[in-house]
Nanobody
Framework: QVQLVESGGGLVQAGGSLRLSCAAS????????MGWFRQAPGKEREFVAA????????FYVDSVKGRFTISRDNARKMVYLQMNSLKPEDTAVYYC??????????????????????WGQGTQVTVSS
């Protein structure tokens, strides 16, 4: 079993930065791929970023490339999402998720929410214009 708890959300002006954190618990969590997804009001949940257990594979949705950075610290069982140059369209509830993916998994697996087994409760990010 894996438990995920997000933190770091808040209200920020456009152009500002936030760093989201995801604390994971569970014996084998370091072997899991980790992802960040977001859901804005009235919209479907959207993939944002993902990282393999080793950090060797990283994926982003095009709209955040160059602005967001995902990272992980397996020793601390933490995953981070550094968000810079925030835009009002980044406003959403951000969720951390964990997936037990095969080592050969490619982008399709990492970006597909149905492949993730565990989810946090979400943290609100609001970007004002």
């Amino acid at each position: 079993q894996v438990q995920l708890v997000e933190s770091g959300g808040g209200l920020v002006q456009a152009g500002g930065s936030l760093r989201l954190s995801c604390a994971a618990s569970g014996r084998t969590v370091s072997n899991y791929a980790m992802g960040w997804f977001r859901q804005a009001p009235g919209k479907e949940r959207e993939f944002v970023a993902a990282i393999s257990w080793s950090g060797g594979k990283i994926f982003y949705v095009d709209s955040v490339k160059g602005r967001f950075t995902i990272s992980r610290d397996n020793a601390r069982k933490m995953v981070y999402l550094q968000m810079n140059s925030l835009k009002p369209e980044d406003t959403a509830v951000y969720y951390c998720a964990a997936a037990d993916l095969p080592y050969y998994s490619g982008r399709y697996w990492y970006t597909n929410s149905t492949k993730y087994d565990y989810w946090g409760q979400g943290t609100q990010v609001t970007v004002s214009s």
